[in-house]
């Protein structure tokens, strides 16, 4: 039986056999005092490494809705780039923790894995898009090394973990409506049962999210639904979640930036929905104008996804000591990136395709072509685990197997005069599909580790894992001759397995004071290869065969060992204005080794792979970095809080392309500055509350090389909120809040696409000041 079918069974089974099973006690959480200022982040004491969380009244006030990977920006040592102010556009978006980018960390929900986070989607989904922003109760971060037991098989450089709430013990209903900038208009709504007979609760939550792109005349947002049931028992809890989002995002074209690009824009607006002027915009071959180079603009492009998303998990007390856990899950996406762009954009995959026809005429006699890169996914997995009380010893042990089958297709369409496509339309009836790879994958994961209590102040962490991954990729169809890239073959197929057996990571914590922690940490882990199968750093979007079999036989999966030492704490203080402080400090070495790159191959290959680009570890990196976290209280109505970070990653050897040699040794990460600073100012006087923050971001290379970088830059956000309490019969809670976003209307580069020696790089723009009021009403 497959896992989507058990899943659908057992809600089944739970809803009907729920209210027969006896209720363990429930307690409402204390209500928060609101007239103290409360921290703006926690610092974990239960592990050998460091861990900050965010609790979820501090995501929804950076602004209500925002992607939970944007709200991470304000804790040290992250850096997350994005041109939409709530984090959206999964495009356009960067991030990198301590050197390492998006697709070297793991992500989970609830334990569920989302993939990498890669914008051409083949294992998993971004957090906006599994799980609606108010329903998460708090966001862990493990910045260098995640738990053992994490589902992922990417988390070189640490964890990014999303909770959601549980449901809420008192039965109502929550209402929000956000209204703002460029015709913003978000709604949220919530419905609890409360603690039901028999231990059972639930909700459902409903969000609509619709605004005006920025810089150009398109609508961006979607549709989104959360359930949650709980049933707590005598012996267990069991939880069921579903997430469905249905998502529309107009994407963001980058500004190339070179010293020969004479015509380097701030923004790219697309042309849509102004169809007369995009006509005229190019030539009747479909030509842009020679002036912009490669900075015109496309009639449109966007990003179109729909997700299903669900779990269900039991955790069981089999004994006083022994517990056992367990969670299956599946995950559906259907979707497509797609872009309008101007037939002088591809001609060269037009003229393979149709070398004796008028391209203008195939295409609609617009002189644009549409291109769509389609995504299928169904993920299905389950995690076991027991966790063993012996007193002294906390053992735990488990497993993560998933499966995981995704297709991706190359697809191409007419922008007809007559009846044209939209940025929201799903294309049908292709001109012809250019390419579509099908790639099967088996990840199998297992731990064992013992926390030991040695003395009552000192405990010790040690364990490891192991990573097995499964992976067989085809090409159902293959692209024409010349059509894909200039010296693309036929791109591979073919089986790899990889298994790293022995993953060790061995920790200690100390409790120097009842409010001081001292904590060390070494662990080893690896990064699978990417199992994508048009475009990447991955062995099935390699050029030829030969390419492929000779990364099989010589590559190596990348790995990283993590070295980190720290301390945490929160103390009372009595030094005037000064009434307390609390926060981390931690250093920290990464041996970062097996690094991937797509080169040109040299004279000795190039005959061997058909000249065509191939796939290779390119040498090691080495980091060092301090992250600084403090939370200063100045009595109970103002507080400061500051994350400093210095991260120091460099590149320990050149590399050869082709028959070059690029000169990267002693080079910095590019993209990733070597400070950063944020900055909280916090007030709260009774029902009224407001904060005032700073991001400071260094200055950060966009080459290789380091020859091209994009200057520093500090930008600003507003956050202001009343408490208008109980203002009508039936209303138990109510409040205002405005949001301002980028205060002082920076303009500046957001995310970088990096570039290699060539001179040459791209950068997608900050968005610019707007204002967001979010009235929120609680029944």
């Known amino acids: 039986m497959k896992i989507r079918h058990l899943l659908a069974s057992v809600a089944a089974f739970a809803l009907l056999a729920g209210g027969a099973l006896s209720a363990s006690a429930q307690q409402a959480p204390a209500a928060a005092d609101t007239d103290q200022v409360e921290e703006v982040i926690v610092t974990s004491s239960r592990r050998s490494a460091s861990e900050i969380e965010l609790p979820t009244r501090e995501i929804q006030a950076i602004m209500p809705g925002v992607n939970a990977v944007k709200a991470i920006n304000m804790l040290p040592g992250v850096i997350f780039q994005n041109a939409d102010p709530w984090g959206n556009n999964e495009q356009n978006s960067s991030l990198y923790i301590h050197g390492f980018n998006a697709q070297q960390l793991g992500y989970t929900l609830d334990g569920v894995p989302l993939g990498d986070q890669s914008y051409g989607n083949y294992n998993g989904l971004s957090p906006q898009r599994a799980i609606i922003s108010e329903n998460i109760g708090r966001i862990s971060l493990a910045s260098g090394a995640g738990d053992l037991g994490t589902a992922s098989t990417s988390n070189l450089g640490g964890t990014l973990a999303v909770f959601s709430d549980d449901p809420k013990a008192d039965a109502g209903a929550q209402v929000e409506q956000v209204f703002g900038s460029y015709d913003t208009f978000r709604t949220y709504a919530r419905i609890d049962t409360g603690l039901l007979d028999g231990g059972n609760s639930g909700y459902v939550s409903f969000v609509r999210q619709d605004s005006k792109a920025w810089d150009f005349n398109g609508q961006q947002g979607g549709y989104q639904v959360n359930a949650k049931f709980v049933h707590a028992g005598d012996k267990g809890t069991f939880k069921a979640f579903f997430d469905w ?97 101007p037939i002088s954009g591809a001609s060269s995959v037009f003229k393979v395709y149709y070398p004796t026809s008028d391209l203008k005429t195939v295409l609609g006699n617009s002189g ?57 339309d799903v294309p049908t009836d292709p001109l012809f599909t250019q390419v579509q790879s099908h790639i099967s994958n088996d990840v199998v994961q297992t731990y064992l580790q013992d926390q030991w209590q040695v003395l009552p102040t000192v405990k010790v962490q040690a364990g490891f894992k192991s990573s097995l991954q499964f992976a067989n990729g085809t090409m159902p169809v293959q692209p024409l001759s010349g059509s894909y890239s200039g010296t693309t073959v036929n791109l591979p197929e073919g089986e790899i397995d990889t298994k790293e057996g022995f993953l060790p990571q061995v920790g200690a914590l100390w409790d120097v004071t009842p409010d001081d ?147 990267t040794a002693g080079k910095l990460i590019p993209g990733d500055p070597e400070w950063m600073n944020r900055v909280i100012v916090s007030s709260n006087y009774g029902a009224f509350g407001a904060k005032v923050s700073g991001e400071y971001y260094g200055k950060r290379y966009a080459t290789y090389t380091n020859d091209l970088w994009v200057p520093s830059y500090w930008q600003f956000n507003l956050e202001a909120s009343y408490d208008l309490g109980a203002i009508a019969p039936g209303v138990k809670s109510s409040s205002i809040g405005l949001n301002v976003t980028n205060l002082m209307d920076k303009k500046a580069a957001s995310t970088i696409t990096v570039g290699s020696a060539s001179g040459t790089y791209a950068i997608y723009p900050l968005a610019p000041r707007q204002f967001f009021v979010t009235l929120k009403a609680g029944f």
Do not use: C
């Not at 790219?268 to 900075?295: C, E, H, I, M, W």
């Not at 890169?373 to 735990?396: C, K, P």
């Open 517 to 663: 922690q001292l904590f060390v940490n070494v662990q080893k882990n690896v990064r699978q290869y990417i199992t994508y199968g048009l475009g990447g750093a991955s062995p099935w979007s390699l050029g030829s065969q030969a390419a492929f079999d000779l990364f099989k036989r010589t590559g190596n999966p990348e790995t990283s060992w993590t070295y980190e030492a720290g301390w945490r704490g929160d103390h009372a203080v009595d030094l005037g204005l000064i009434t307390g402080i609390g926060g981390q400090i931690n250093y920290y070495h990464v041996d970062f080794s097996n690094r991937q790159l797509l080169i040109s191959p040299n004279a000795t290959l190039t005959s061997f792979v058909g000249g065509v680009g191939i796939l290779q570890n390119v040498g090691s990196v080495t980091t060092n970095g301090v992250d600084l976290a403090a939370t200063i209280h100045l009595g109970d109505h103002f507080s400061i809080y500051d994350a400093l970070s210095y991260n120091h990653s460099e590149y320990d050897q050149n590399y050869v392309s082709g028959t070059s040699t690029v000169l």
């Open 368 to 424: 644009y072509g549409v291109r769509t890169t389609e995504y299928m996914i169904d993920r299905e997995g389950a995690r076991s685990s027991l966790n063993y009380d012996l007193g002294d010893h906390q053992i735990e042990g488990g497993v993560w197997y998933e499966h995981n089958a995704t297709t991706t297709s190359r697809r191409w369409y007419q922008l007809s005069v007559t009846n044209p496509l939209t940025p929201y």
């Open 245 to 341: 989002s249905d998502k529309t995002e107009p994407n963001e074209d980058a500004t190339s930036v070179s010293a020969t690009q004479a015509y380097q824009p701030y923004t790219r607006p697309f042309l849509y929905p102004d169809l007369a002027k995009a006509l005229t915009y190019v030539d009747s071959k479909g030509n842009t104008p020679t002036a912009l180079g490669a900075n015109y603009s496309n009639y449109f492009s966007a990003a179109q996804r729909t997700d299903y998303l669900g779990y269900m998990s039991y955790d069981y007390q089999l004994s006083d000591n022994l517990t056992w856990k367990n969670q299956v899950y599946y995950h559906h996406d259907d979707g497509r990136g797609i872009v309008a762009l």
